[in-house]
């Protein structure tokens, strides 16, 4: 089983920036896939961004521009940089982590960080 922790989240004013990151349990780390997914009141668990292993990372358009995904695979981390903050952005932040062995898919979740954008 792989332990996923997340952290930095809070309150920031719209325009700010927020920097959250996700520590992994699992040496294996770097074969995995990572994202982070939001889920705002109301709202089902949508994809916010992703990186695989090899370092190609996917966007959701409402978030290009504004936010950048990262990796550091020596310390099993993974990063999200929030830029120009919208209201809008406000939501619970999960990390993901997914991958495959010998025909099987596995994801994990984490149990998220709120962030809230309000003045």
């Known amino acids: 089983q792989v332990q996923l922790v997340e952290s930095g989240g809070g309150l920031v004013q719209p325009g700010g920036s927020l920097r959250l990151s996700c520590a992994a349990s699992?040496?294996?780390?770097?074969?995995?896939?990572m994202g982070w997914y939001r889920q705002g009141p109301g709202k089902q668990r949508e994809l916010v961004a992703s990186?695989?292993?090899?370092?190609?990372?996917n966007y959701v358009d409402f978030v290009k521009g504004r936010f950048t995904i990262s990796r550091d695979n020596a310390k099993n981390t993974v990063n999200l940089q929030m830029n120009s903050l919208k209201p809008e952005d406000t939501a619970v932040y999960y990390c993901?982590?997914?991958?495959?062995?010998?025909?099987?898919?596995?994801?994990?979740w984490g149990q998220g960080t709120q962030v809230t954008v309000s003045s």
């Open positions: 990186i695989t292993s090899s370092g190609i990372t």
């Open positions: 993901n982590a997914q991958f495959s062995v010998l025909g099987t898919s596995y994801t994990f």
């Open positions: 699992k040496s294996i780390f770097s074969t995995y896939t």
